[in-house]
């Protein structure tokens, strides 16, 4: 099924500067005769641009090191500088990762580490093989508000106020960064915004998967949920940066087609592995596994591929709010990945007042009812301020 219609992804206008960073990520044998036109007349600072949007500096730099009589002279040292940045970082992250494990471990806390440090250790065997802005720790819903203050101990401040009291209900995370150090932590008490049939936090503890680190065991997702959780991660965001498709690609030899065809039966979402596998195979040249392609690609997969192109093509930002120039493009490509069911509840998420409302027009608690007939005019009014939201 992928080899007869792969070619319904338009990938003809391709940059070269994209079409060689594609190459350089692609999971096949880098040939210097191949590469060399490839690198023949290109705008690299550009490329520089590219590899470093697409948060692939460690993989680029890897690839690039064993080719360096291609590239110009100033290529190689500017890449190696931002891999030993992104090296440090990873190492800053893992320090606060453990200092937070221990912290929540004492108050009886179970943590789910998502992305950050661990994913490159469970992909790569490397945290510098992989780059993270942030952490991101999943917990029971019955400890966010207890974790939250956990972190408030350990210096860390809430970006957002709780002034009103439907928080859970408005979002699946909450975002807290230390002044000091400067790492941002997310707590997510759901995988997902919207989420449909997710697993919930039991049946992912269940089936957790325990990664070691200078000495300490912290736990991730892994197997059918990690690879189910970055195709819906990846298609949320657009697959706006490269990063996160080249962690598909580097998970499927991985995975197995029949759980992951059970999984899926169970929890939905066929469209958000259909869209991974389309874009991973004809981008990167993933080995696709075909029973898996055959259960998952589709009419509807082929459209929201092809919407994501669109975002890759242009090195548009899409988090946390969506360039002007692709706003549009993105609500609408953002309804066509959702059930009926999530449509549903993300316009209804919509109505609720928020805490910025509060914070944009304090009323007093026992007026607070008003927010929700004012919520549009408040709305519109911060739209109108912030134009390019």
Same mark, same amino acid.
């Given at each position: 099924?992928?080899?007869?219609?792969?070619?319904?992804?338009?990938v003809h206008d391709l940059s070269r500067e994209l079409?060689?960073?594609?190459?350089?990520?692609?999971?096949?044998?880098?040939?210097?005769?191949?590469?060399?036109?490839?690198?023949?007349?290109?705008?690299?600072?550009?490329?520089?641009?590219?590899?470093?949007?697409?948060?692939?500096?460690?993989?680029?730099?890897? !690839?690039?090191?064993?080719?360096?009589?291609?590239?110009?002279?100033?290529?190689?040292?500017?890449?190696?500088?931002?891999?030993?940045?992104?090296?440090?970082?990873?190492?800053?992250?893992?320090?606060?990762?453990?200092?937070?494990?221990?912290?929540?471990?004492?108050?009886?806390?179970?943590?789910?580490?998502?992305?950050?440090?661990?994913?490159?250790?469970?992909?790569?065997?490397?945290?510098?093989?992989?780059?993270?802005?942030?952490?991101?720790?999943?917990?029971?819903?019955?400890?966010?508000?207890? !974790?939250?203050?956990?972190?408030?101990?350990?210096?860390?401040?809430?970006?957002?106020?709780?002034?009103?009291?439907?928080?859970?209900?408005?979002?699946?995370?909450?975002?807290?960064?230390?002044?000091?150090?400067?790492?941002?932590?997310?707590?997510?008490?759901?995988?997902?915004?919207?989420?449909?049939?997710?697993?919930?936090?039991?049946?992912?503890?269940?089936?957790?998967?325990?990664?070691?680190?200078?000495?300490?065991?912290?736990?991730?997702?892994?197997?059918?949920?990690?690879?189910?959780?970055?195709?819906?991660?990846?298609?949320?965001?657009?697959?706006?940066?490269?990063?996160?498709?080249?962690?598909?690609?580097?998970?499927?030899?991985?995975?197995?087609?029949?759980?992951?065809? !059970?999984?899926?039966?169970?929890?939905?979402?066929?469209?958000?592995?259909?869209?991974?596998?389309?874009?991973?195979?004809?981008?990167?040249?993933?080995?696709?596994?075909?029973?898996?392609?055959?259960?998952?690609?589709?009419?509807?997969?082929?459209?929201?591929?092809?919407?994501?192109?669109?975002?890759?093509?242009?090195?548009?930002?899409?988090?946390?709010?969506?360039?002007?120039?692709? !706003?549009?493009?993105?609500?609408?490509?953002?309804?066509?990945?959702?059930?009926?069911?999530?449509?549903?509840?993300?316009?209804?998420?919509?109505?609720?007042?928020?805490?910025?409302?509060?914070?944009?027009?304090?009323?007093?608690?026992?007026?607070?009812?008003?927010?929700?007939?004012?919520?549009?005019?408040?709305?519109?009014?911060?739209?109108?301020?912030?134009?390019?939201?």
């Open positions: 099924m992928m080899t007869n219609t792969a070619d319904a992804l338009y079409l060689l960073l594609l190459h350089l990520l692609g999971k096949r044998q880098l040939d210097t005769e191949a590469l060399r036109p490839l690198t023949a007349d290109l705008d690299w600072a550009l490329f520089n641009k590219l590899v470093v949007h697409h948060r692939v500096v460690p993989p680029v730099y890897l !690839a690039l090191q064993e080719h360096s009589a291609l590239v110009p002279e100033h290529v190689i040292p500017f890449l190696h500088r931002h891999y030993h940045q992104n090296m440090m970082k990873m190492l800053h992250l893992g320090r606060a990762m453990s200092q937070v494990r221990e912290a929540f471990e004492h108050s009886g806390i179970r943590s789910l580490w998502l992305k950050g440090p661990l994913l490159a250790l469970q992909l790569y065997g490397d945290m510098a093989r992989r780059s993270s802005k942030d952490l991101d720790v999943l917990v029971d819903d019955r400890d966010v508000e207890k !974790a939250r203050e956990i972190l408030i101990e350990l210096g860390y401040v809430p970006e957002e106020e709780w002034l009103l009291n439907n928080w859970k209900r408005k979002s699946h995370h909450l975002s807290m960064e230390h002044p000091e150090h400067g790492v941002q932590v997310e707590i997510h008490w759901q995988l997902s915004p919207h989420s449909g049939k997710d697993c919930t936090f039991d049946d992912l503890w269940s089936r957790r998967k325990e990664i070691v680190l200078s000495g300490q065991s912290f736990y991730g997702i892994g197997g059918e949920d990690l690879l189910h959780y970055l195709a819906k991660h990846g298609a949320r965001h657009g697959w706006f940066r490269l990063r996160w498709l080249l962690d598909i690609a580097d998970l499927l030899p991985q995975s197995s087609s029949a759980n992951m065809i !059970a999984h899926l039966k169970l929890h939905g979402g066929r469209h958000y592995i259909g869209q991974a596998l389309l874009l991973s195979g004809q981008l990167l040249s993933a080995a696709v596994p075909k029973a898996l392609a055959d259960e998952t690609v589709s009419v509807r997969s082929y459209r929201l591929a092809g919407m994501a192109l669109h975002y890759i093509k242009r090195m548009v930002q899409l988090n946390p709010v969506p360039e002007k120039s692709v !706003a549009w493009h993105y609500h609408r490509y953002l309804f066509l990945l959702m059930s009926g069911k999530q449509r549903v509840a993300y316009i209804a998420g919509k109505l609720l007042p928020s805490s910025r409302d509060a914070l944009m027009l304090p009323l007093p608690k026992p007026l607070r009812f008003l927010y929700y007939p004012l919520r549009p005019f408040l709305w519109f009014w911060r739209r109108m301020k912030q134009p390019s939201l």
